[in-house]
């Protein structure tokens, strides 16, 4: 089992940056993918970005060029680098982990890209 928690979410200003980590504990082996994942208001959940033990990554189109995953495989974190935002990155962003065939995710975190 493992256990995922998400930090740094919140306010930001359209063109902000804004960082979101995420740490995972309990039983965790490798390889293993992690990712984010965002929920708009009344839309369904989408994929952001991924990142596997390779630091082999891949991001949705909508936020290529702007939105940056990396990872520390020692620390078994994930973090998003996220810059230039706007209105409609406003979402609930999950923290996700796809380990030996099975999925984990965190609590989500808010964030809020608004004047």
């Known amino acids: 089992q493992a256990q995922l928690v998400e930090a740094g979410g919140g306010l930001v200003q359209p063109g902000g940056s804004l960082r979101l980590s995420c740490s995972a504990s309990g039983s965790i082996f490798s390889p293993n993918t992690m990712g984010w994942y965002r929920q708009a208001p009344g839309k369904q959940r989408e994929l952001v970005a991924t990142?596997?033990?390779?630091?082999?990554?891949y991001y949705a189109d909508s936020v290529k060029g702007r939105i940056t995953i990396s990872r520390d495989n020692a620390k078994n974190t994930v973090s998003l680098e996220m810059n230039s935002l706007k209105p409609e990155d406003t979402a609930v962003y999950y923290c996700?982990?796809?380990?030996?065939?099975?999925?984990?995710w965190g609590q989500g975190t808010q964030v809020t890209v608004s004047s």
């Open positions: 996700w982990m796809l380990m030996v065939a099975k999925v984990y």
């Open positions: 990142i596997n033990s390779s630091r082999m990554t």
